[in-house]
T-cell receptor
Framework: ETGVTQTPRHLVMGMTNKKSLKCEQH?????MYWYKQSAKKPLELMFV???????ENNSVPSRFSPECPNSSHLFLHLHTLQPEDSALYLC???????????FGPGTRLTVT | GEDVEQSLFLSVREGDSSVINCTYT??????LYWYKQEPGAGLQLLTY?????DMKQDQRLTVLLNKKDKHLSLRIADTQTGDSAIYFC??????????????FGTGTQLKVEL
């Protein structure tokens, strides 16, 4: 039990679809993160939010649109994705200045 | 620039020690981490070390840091089959505005054989 949940766990979508990934943390943290994990590549940081404000956008294409309505919830809105966007998308949270990031189980995304 | 490198695979026998190595390039890293990922799961923080330390021990885990060579290692004593997983090395810098930016290696797949 990590305290960070992600839904859905698996998602298959076409290139013209619009879908959203959801992350929720029950740990009282105020920083949240999206990461992309592709096969045989390092885990890539996509976005950082601190107190609902985006503090880092790691040159992510605009077809990925994050939303953080409050410190407990983080969304990743997806539209017109490409097959190379297929990956495991991991959410994490931490206290602002904490050393420890707690990860969710991830959403396995397949773009067809 | 930021770059973290690890070997991709390591195979050991149950009961032996495992040593997973990592090299990094960013000398401004404040902390270095080891995460574990089991199949179908997210990443679990195992341990971390502050950049001005050279060793940290936590039960079966020993972390060694050579800051001069930018080399980090994780030693697992008495390796068990439950230790089979992917191990990620990561370095962190603080993000302006809050939060920590982690740069991960590609991960080392540890296989423990009976």
């Amino acid at each position: 039990e990590t305290g960070v949940t992600q839904t859905p766990r698996h998602l298959v979508m076409g290139m013209t679809n619009k879908k959203s990934l959801k992350c929720e943390q029950h740990l009282g943290h105020n920083a949240m993160y999206w990461y992309k994990q592709s096969a045989k590549k390092p885990l890539e940081l996509m976005f950082v939010y601190n107190f609902k404000e985006q503090t880092e956008n790691n040159s992510v294409p605009s077809r990925f649109s994050p939303e953080c309505p409050n410190s407990s919830h983080l969304f990743l809105h997806l539209h017109t994705l490409q097959p190379e966007d297929s990956a495991l998308y991991l959410c994490a949270s931490s206290q602002e200045d904490s050393l420890e990031q707690y990860f969710g189980p991830g959403t396995r995304l397949t773009v067809t | 620039g930021e770059d973290v490198e690890q070997s991709l695979f390591l195979s050991v026998r149950e009961g032996d020690s495992s040593v997973i190595n990592c090299t990094y390039t960013d000398s401004s890293s404040t902390y270095l981490y080891w995460y574990k990922q089991e199949p179908g799961a997210g990443l679990q923080l195992l341990t971390y070390i502050f950049s001005n330390m050279d060793m940290k021990q936590d039960q079966r885990l020993t972390v060694l840091l050579n800051k001069k060579d930018k080399h980090l290692s994780l030693r697992i004593a008495d390796t068990q089959t439950g230790d089979s997983a992917i191990y990620f090395c990561a370095e962190s810098i603080t993000v302006a505005g809050g939060g920590n930016k982690l740069t991960f290696g590609t991960g080392t797949q540890l296989k423990v054989e009976l």
